[in-house]
């Protein structure tokens, strides 16, 4: 028995049959690309292939990974280079053999080549054989300047007065744009004739000064007029133009001439236990 459809409901059939066979479709195409929302039966789609989030746990990690790494290196780096210092040989010591005094001599003091007062040229080959006793300071000084020159004069007179040690000692010019060979001698004769005044190039002072540890730097600088920080320390030199020992303002002339007959006694002992 056939049944007959009106047209309009025939054409209903039709419609959903058609949307139908479309979803059914759309879905095949769906599954054939991946996609995680449609579960084809035709394509099964591997989970590793569907982009994942990052888990919050590993982008911490990762976010704090690269500085600890960066510092752990810069650890072992400052470690490599604070074992380098403590192995480091001071000055004046040899491996395997010298005395304390020896081996705990500071570390500063170097060659020089510089002009006198009499523009005469002069190194520290012409100290050897000699104590000298070395000031770093200026002509323009205003105050602890000349009372250091003063220390060092009234020091070599009683050493030699009352002790009979002769010492050699020297003026070296931090500020040789004003300090010239004239100048030297005109300042230095104010307080004793017989201290060394040393000047000359720019870079000459500057590489002594480095090989010396002296410090300084011009302040209040105006045009010719300036005032120099400094150091203001005196060097005590053995006959082998060997730094023993470094005296800063706070020792007076007494004190002075006290530590360096210590160290001469010292130096002394040592060469006889030597021999």
């Not at 479709?25 to 394509?43: A, E, I, Q, T």
């Not at 982009?51 to 911490?60: H, M």
């Not at 005395?99 to 500071?106: H, L, S, V």
């Not at 300047?145 to 070599?156: F, H, L, R, T």
Request: hydrophobic share 35%; with cysteine; proline share 7%.
């Amino acid at each position: 028995m056939k049944v007959l459809l009106s047209k309009p409901i025939l054409a209903s059939h039709l419609q959903r049959r058609f949307r139908a066979s479309f979803d059914s479709f759309r879905g095949s195409l769906c599954g054939y690309c991946g996609s995680p929302n449609y579960k084809s039966k035709w394509v099964n789609v591997h989970p590793s292939l569907v982009a994942q989030p990052v888990p919050p746990n590993l982008r911490t990690w990762m976010t704090f990974a690269v500085p600890t790494t960066l510092l752990i290196v810069a650890g072992v780096a400052m470690l490599v280079h604070y074992n380098d210092e403590r192995r480091a040989i001071p000055k004046g010591s040899h491996q395997g053999g010298g005395n304390e005094r020896t081996r705990n001599r500071p570390a500063f003091g170097g060659p020089f080549r510089l002009i006198d007062s009499q523009n005469h040229v002069v190194t520290d080959a012409d100290l050897q054989g000699n104590w000298s006793l070395l000031y770093f300071g200026y002509t323009s000084s205003p105050d602890v300047g000349p009372q250091e020159v003063q220390k060092m004069a009234e020091a070599i007179d009683i050493l030699e007065s009352k002790h009979s040690v002769k010492l050699k000692p020297v003026f070296i010019s931090i500020d040789p744009q004003r300090d010239s060979p004239s100048q030297l001698q005109a300042y230095l004769k104010e307080f004793d004739p017989r201290i060394i005044g040393l000047t000359g190039p720019v870079n000459s002072i500057r590489q002594t000064s480095l090989e010396y540890r002296v410090y300084f730097k011009k302040d209040e600088e105006e045009g010719e007029d300036y005032l120099i920080t400094t150091s203001h320390n005196m060097y005590l030199l053995d006959p082998n133009v060997e730094v023993l020992k470094c005296f800063t303002v706070d020792y007076d002339a007494e004190q002075l001439c006290e530590n360096i007959l210590k160290e001469i006694k010292k130096a002394s002992s040592s060469n006889k236990a030597s021999n």
